[in-house]
């Protein structure tokens, strides 16, 4: 007998034929004799209008009383899952994040996990009942309703699968795995079999929208097998687990893009300490976060600085950036939004020469210029034009052969 | 500096804009130096459209996953009801039932409140915070939430009154008090300053809807001062407070009347011991709440029993009474939905003869036939034609001058 934590978002809960069909693939994992703990978001928009609610109200509500507020939405799946899969006549039973226990911090709309209190669940499914958890949702030692911020059904989902020792966590989504570039560029992408929890990292932050980072994270950190798998259809996902040694025998596990970052440059900086440190704790104080960085020294003691943003925060970063040109003395303030990001990722990369220049060989024949370059351990990433994407991401899958499957 | 519970029901809520008025009446009670405990009720017709939402999936769902379900509309309202307030610059906080230990029994539905855990609120009142509650939950001693059933909320609100020993318990409604008669049947009809917790019972199990009976029964058993008062106008309501000594020199306070009764009559029933405690055990069997009953010892040995019931039981009741009226040989049943029932109410009545008297000579001078007489001790009840209500009413309401204000 195995333990199975199940993970739904809100797009897979969103109306009641929805949750019916959700409640089928409860009880099939259920009737395989498994102990089941069902994680749910809320149901399709519920959090986006409950914040509209919120909004009519005022710009600023305290993060408290929206906590308050958006909880419900969780609440209201799992009272209507339950009833969906007893109506199918199996026992299940919901209960909210405080009422199993998940501790936070106090950090309302972003709190961080400290504790869960596993004797509740554990008693529920001892008594052979489906556990049905509300995702999202905690609460601080002081008996407050927090929520975890972006993704917090996941890294509730994997947070139960940590406290209770479950064999895997199955996050259930609407692609039936992490494939090797997204098949919609890449007709022949392949989906791969398993991925470490580093690659997976990698490949969420650069865009893969499968799971979210800090879920990610916590599976790293305590070890939980997650296998993303499809609503759908039922065929086997991919395991995100731990690095083993045969790992690295693959160099590159896919290719990952991101439309949505956008450069900034200053042009002719005064070469002398301190001027890097000035431009990024500006951006920084602002909550700005700063994907790439590239400086050159130029001529006659000046230098250029370049770095990309999300699109979303150009605006706000180019008033900042202007700022400080002006005051460290800097001659212009130049950016671009018509750019992108294509990377390859792979543990292998560690232990295998040359991928960069494979990556820019692959490039080169298709005419495609590079205009910085960032790297990590397992990660090689390029800012091309953004017409060029998915030529770029189909001729990197090409050269890497990542269509077919190496000894995995 | 007193200690104010107020209350506001779901339309009082209904919307933003609503939630802002009802902020300003809170925060009108507060700037008068008072410290303010506020319940509110779910917004508008939430509780209905989740209950809906549950029905989608089966017609018997759990009473525990719906108390799951409907308890999230009371905590958006009362998050709602923070941020409008803060927004004003005014310190409030929202807490959910179980947050501030209103502990039920386990009756999922219809729970019982059994204690109040008063130290939070106390503890926020006394760092001179609005503290707001939410209506209509609580939580079992496990940790279960509860819902305590129609009219839940005014519960909780004379519940928490009676916890925190609070001076007044305000129920803002859409009219600004009990009156002597419904103002659209006797337009001279007055308000009544105060009223008797036993005439405002009376009053509301008579078709009053001003209040729950079983919160007025709450504020009974523990002497809690109740302000029944408009949300529109800022006039004085009526209280609801202990019957006192010179209420009793007021013989009647209000007429009332019910237009949603029916009369069935079982004819022709033999006259022999158990024959009403099989028809009514019958009835009570199928839990139809039976109003009035009448048994008239007719000629050679056989009765009538005639009995009225809510219209929304008829056909049920019918089916039941045709059935005990075969068993017990029985010559005929008959129905009557065409009724409706007059009521005069007062805690003078005890004291004071012939106020039955008074109330038949109205009827009488008027042409208005008498169908069923029940009395209680401050209650006098009369069936009659349901087309002959508001002269009834009127008649009634003039015939013990009522609009004039006696020694209250």
Chains 1, 2 share one sequence.
Do not use: W
Request: hydrophobic share 45%; glycine share 8%.
């Amino acid at each position: 007998m195995a333990l199975v934590v199940q993970k739904f978002g809100g797009s897979s809960v969103a109306d009641p034929d929805r949750i019916r069909h959700v409640a089928k693939l409860v009880t099939r994992e259920y009737d395989r004799g498994n102990q089941v703990v069902v994680v749910v978001s809320a149901m399709g928009k519920t959090t986006d209008k409950l914040l509209e609610l919120a909004h009519q109200i005022t710009d600023n509500p305290d993060p408290r009383e929206i906590d308050m507020l958006i909880s419900t939405g969780e609440q209201i799946s799992i009272a209507m899952l339950a009833i969906a899969i007893q109506s199918m006549g199996y026992p299940a039973k919901s209960f909210t994040g405080p009422q199993v226990g998940i501790i936070t911090d106090n950090a309302h709309r972003k709190a961080k996990i400290v504790h869960i209190n596993d004797e509740k669940i554990r008693a529920e499914l001892e008594k052979g009942r489906i556990v049905i958890v509300a995702g999202f949702q905690g609460m601080t030692m002081d008996n407050e309703i927090t929520t975890l911020g972006r993704g917090g059904s996941d890294t509730t989902a994997v947070a139960l699968a940590a406290a209770l020792k479950a064999d895997v966590c199955d996050i259930y989504t609407d692609v039936d795995g992490v494939y090797t570039a997204d098949p919609r560029i890449v007709p022949n992408a392949r989906k791969l079999e398993r991925i470490s929890y580093d690659e997976m990292l990698e490949l969420a932050s650069l865009g893969a929208k499968v799971l979210h980072s800090r879920s990610v994270e916590f599976a790293k950190n305590y070890n939980v097998p997650i296998h993303v798998r499809s609503s759908f259809v039922d065929v086997p996902g991919t395991m995100v687990v731990k690095e083993v040694k045969e790992m690295e025998d693959i160099v590159v596990s896919g290719v990952a893009y991101n439309r949505n970052e956008a450069k900034i440059s200053i042009l002719g900086v005064p070469d002398r300490p301190g001027i890097a440190a000035e431009v990024f704790g500006a951006l920084g104080a602002k909550n700005i976060v700063v994907d790439m960085i590239i400086q050159n020294v130029g001529a006659n003691g000046l230098n250029d600085i370049s770095f990309t943003v999300s699109k979303e925060d150009l605006a706000q970063a180019l008033e900042v950036a202007r700022e400080v040109a002006q005051r460290i003395g800097a001659k212009d303030v130049v950016s671009d939004s018509k750019i992108a990001k294509v990377s390859v990722v792979g543990v292998g990369m560690k232990s295998h020469a040359n991928v960069a220049g494979t990556m820019f060989r692959a490039l080169a024949k298709n005419g495609i210029n590079i205009e910085m370059i960032s790297t990590s351990e397992i990660k090689i990433s390029c800012v091309i034009r953004e017409e060029d994407v998915d030529k770029a991401v189909q001729a990197i899958h090409e050269e890497f052969e990542l269509s077919e499957a190496k000894n995995a």
